[in-house]
């Protein structure tokens, strides 16, 4: 008796851990398509010249840092121009950095070079994602 009591015990202790690494997982997946969504809605505004769209969906610190839609805007024009007008972009990894999320973009700007943005993510307190930064590194050349 004593022994199927354990059995039984290990069997719903077994469960309750499939179950929760199962809900970990669904909410990584929500994670991304969330994610991927706030990074297309700011390409988009970024293809619009939407300011305000594009800086609705930076984080509460860098509107902090550029004050106004049209300054933030700006900045990406001048500093970002492969992310400000891509040709061509995809996604690829969702990683974590020092406790950051990180979305890797893959991006041909329109002068064919390649690129990838590393956007750092920042959770909301009412759960949403916005871009907290994001690094822009040249990709190697292929071919010869």
């Not at 929500?30 to 988009?44: E, F, K, T, Y």
């Not at 769209?53 to 550029?66: E, H, V």
């Not at 001048?78 to 990894?93: A, C, D, I, T, W």
Request: hydrophobic share 40%; glycine share 8%; proline share 5%.
């Amino acid at each position: 008796m004593v022994r199927s009591m354990r059995n039984a015990l290990f069997c719903l202790v077994l469960l309750l851990g499939l179950t929760q690494a199962g809900q970990t997982h669904a909410q990584s997946e929500a994670d991304r398509a969330a994610i991927q969504g706030v990074i297309s809605h700011q390409l988009q505004a970024f293809q619009r010249d939407d300011a305000d769209t594009a800086f609705a969906d930076a984080s509460p610190g860098i509107q902090a840092q550029f004050g106004t839609p049209e300054n933030f805007l700006a900045m990406v024009e001048r500093g970002y121009p492969p992310v400000y007008r891509p040709r061509q972009r995809s996604f690829g990894e969702l990683h974590s950095e020092d406790g950051d999320l990180i979305q890797d973009v893959d991006i041909i700007a329109t002068d064919g070079s390649l690129w990838r943005a590393l956007y750092a993510m920042e959770q909301q307190p009412d759960g949403s994602w916005k871009i907290s930064g994001c690094q822009l590194v040249r990709a190697p050349s292929v071919g010869a």
